[in-house]
């Protein structure tokens, strides 16, 4: 649970998808004066959907690749290039005090 | 620094983001179990993560307002700091570095140094470090406060206070899991604000013709248009810094130094979740900071031709570094202003988060671990950490009160780096590339390179002697500091006992232990060596573009 709340794409997602709305909203009923304040370019408006379209790529990205999959697919990779670079052991490599060089 | 009115709209986009970040930070404690989740992020984060964490941990407000405002005073000659300095830099640390920081499995950049000197460069190291990254922390958080109480109205201090209080929960809370989390939501926040405001001051003033037409009328001439062109030695160009000064110093010492010894940076790929991952970090990173100068070369140059008098008049948003808040209160309308401000406020969190995260790091593996109790269990480690990152963060609201005591603050931060990073990556490159340098060259050398790096700056303060510029004397007092350590480490092992060679396994050149064909298996895009060719190659056609 904590694990698919915390993906971070999801976050992004839901952040950037916010903002994308406030500022369509705002790109739609602003002022005439903040609609042309950008040298005439309504920038709440257009900035709102390329928020929207990033967060949409977030989402869809989650969704179709959900985290436990994602996980599998590591595992599978680990398995794949065992012993080469992948290390699964997650203690301390050493708490022993440093050697002294001699 | 203009003030903004800032609309309840705008303080509603701020607080969005702040409780984002704070949420991030209640979610990611959760996730920790042992230290080194909390420290190294359990050693488990994909490439992609680290890679826009290590690029945005760079991306601090002092970058953006700093290199805008370098973007003003010298032209597209500020592309240096990027395609010559950081993007081979990066490139270096991900192909030849990491298997064996990585590959060692060390948890810092001091704690490589300890296995490969010995503890008394690791000793000199660490608290360098540690003094170091509280300084720089305390220049991004004083800057910060600066920047809302001239921005929004608010008094220095209070803003100071409420950006620290910020930091320090997420990180005590969720340690580098969510320092990590919260710098990709910053990229993209910090990104889509400055790309939105480059798009309309472009418009405005004619597109990229219409400013090259303007900057040509501007004081900066057509020398301003140029990356290289009066880099010859003897040459006059807007930077004042030939191009032995520009490749030695900023590209090879001071951006080497910078990017492949700054534990800030090292940490990402450190999280990383194995050696292909980690070694992407630096490389994936290097793709966005390719065209990042487009967001902070292209708002200073147009900050010169549109605002009146920019850069010689006295007036608060006439100063080169005011050149984005000064394009912001211009153009944006509420809304837009809410979140570029956000932008701003995330970058300068960004940071200090890093170095924060960083500090309570060092202090807890090198300097408590160590030297003072290194038996302890798992959560008193943990326990450590964030009573050092609470004391981190003070420390830095105290050294925050130092720096405004400094009138150029960009200055006061590259003086800082050639002090201790310039140095520092001298005794790397030996000791990575020499199997003879020795545990008393290795100390030697570091303090030698800090006394030549301070030499330098103190007869060029003085007067003794004079560079071309503020920041020709930045490149020149690295290079001394490089050279400086290079040559006394060498003499000194040449007369000291070298160590045994089974002691140096994993941690020099020819010694790593990883499996060199491991990488053949995966796909191209996962594959350092391709990655690092296009990098390469991108920079190579982008200096001939602009040349």
């Known amino acids: 649970m904590i694990q698919t709340l915390l993906d971070i794409r999801r976050i992004i997602a839901g952040l950037l998808g916010l903002y994308g709305v406030i500022l369509v909203v705002a790109g739609i009923v602003g002022s005439s004066e903040s609609k042309n304040k950008a040298a005439g370019v309504n920038i709440n408006l257009w900035a709102g959907i390329v928020l929207l379209l990033i967060a949409a790529f977030f989402l869809v990205w989650a969704l179709t690749r959900p985290l436990s999959e994602e996980l599998d697919v590591a595992e599978a990779e680990g398995s794949a290039t065992a012993g080469a670079d992948r290390t699964t052991e997650r203690e301390r490599p050493e708490t022993a005090p440093p050697e002294e060089p001699r | 620094m203009p003030t903004f009115d800032a609309s309840a709209l705008d303080y509603a986009i701020i607080a969005i983001y702040f409780v984002t970040v704070l949420g991030v930070g209640f979610l990611a404690r959760s996730l920790i179990k042992t230290d080194l989740d909390f420290f190294l992020s359990g050693r488990s984060l994909p490439a992609w993560i680290t890679g826009l964490a290590f690029i945005a941990a760079n991306l601090g407000a002092l970058e953006i307002l700093g290199m805008a405002a370098n973007g003003a005073q010298y032209g597209v000659a500020t592309v240096h700091f990027y395609w010559i300095g950081a993007i081979p830099a990066m490139v270096f640390l991900g192909l030849v570095m990491m298997p064996f920081y990585y590959g060692s499995k060390v948890r810092s950049v001091p704690e490589w140094l300890r296995r490969r000197y010995g503890r008394e460069a690791h000793l000199f190291n660490a608290l360098s470090f540690a003094v170091a990254t509280v300084l720089i922390g305390g220049v991004n958080l004083f800057a910060l406060g600066l920047v809302l109480s ?218 408590y ?139 020099v050149w020819g010694m790593a232990e990883v499996d060199p064909d491991a990488d053949l298996k995966r796909p191209w895009w996962q594959r350092p060596v391709v990655l690092a060719v296009i990098i390469l190659a991108l920079a190579v056609i982008l200096n001939i573009i602009f040349i």
Request: aromatic share 12%.
């Open chain 2, 150 to 367: 001239l921005m929004l109205g608010w008094s220095i201090n209070t803003a100071i206070l409420l950006s620290a209080a910020i930091v320090l929960t997420y990180i005590t809370l969720g340690g580098l899991t969510s320092a990590i989390y919260n710098e990709v939501i910053q990229f993209f926040v910090i990104v889509g604000a400055l790309g939105a405001l480059v798009t309309v001051a472009l418009i405005d003033v004619g597109g990229f013709s219409g400013l090259a037409d303007q900057v040509k009328q501007s004081p900066l001439k057509e020398a301003g248009l140029h990356a290289w062109e009066g880099m010859g030695i003897g040459g006059d160009n807007p930077i004042g810094a030939d191009w032995v000064a520009t490749v030695f110093g900023l590209g090879f010492v001071l951006s080497f130094g910078y990017w492949t010894t700054n534990f800030a940076e090292v940490q990402r790929a450190l999280s990383a979740k194995d050696l292909n991952a980690a070694q992407r970090t630096p490389l994936i990173g290097a793709f966005p900071k390719l065209f990042i100068p487009l967001l902070v070369v292209i708002p200073g140059l147009v900050a010169l031709v549109t605002v009146k008098g920019f850069g010689t008049g006295s007036a608060d948003i006439q100063q080169y570094n005011n050149a984005i808040p000064a394009l912001m209160a211009e153009y944006l309308p509420s809304g837009m202003l809410g979140l570029a401000i956000t932008a701003l406020i995330a970058s300068f969190m960004a940071g200090v988060a890093a170095n924060v995260s960083a500090f309570n790091t060092v202090v807890t593996y090198d300097l």
């Open chain 2, 369 to 507: 671990q160590d030297y003072i109790r290194g038996d302890a269990s798992e959560r008193h480690y943990i326990w450590f950490g964030r009573i050092f990152t609470v004391v981190g963060i003070v420390i830095s609201i105290g050294t925050a009160f130092i720096a405004k005591g400094y009138e150029n603050i960009m200055n006061y931060v590259q003086l800082l780096f050639s002090y201790f990073n310039a140095p520092l990556f001298a005794t790397f490159v030996i000791g990575l590339f020499w199997k003879r340098a020795t545990r008393w060259g290795g100390v030697a050398g570091l303090v030698a390179g800090t006394l030549g790096a301070f030499l330098t700056h103190l007869l060029y303060s003085k007067g003794t002697i004079s560079f071309g510029s503020d920041l020709a004397a930045d490149f020149w007092g690295a290079g001394v500091a490089f050279g400086a350590d290079a040559i006394v480490t060498v003499v000194v092992s040449l007369f000291t006992q070298p160590r045994r060679i089974e002691d140096l396994q994993g941690l």
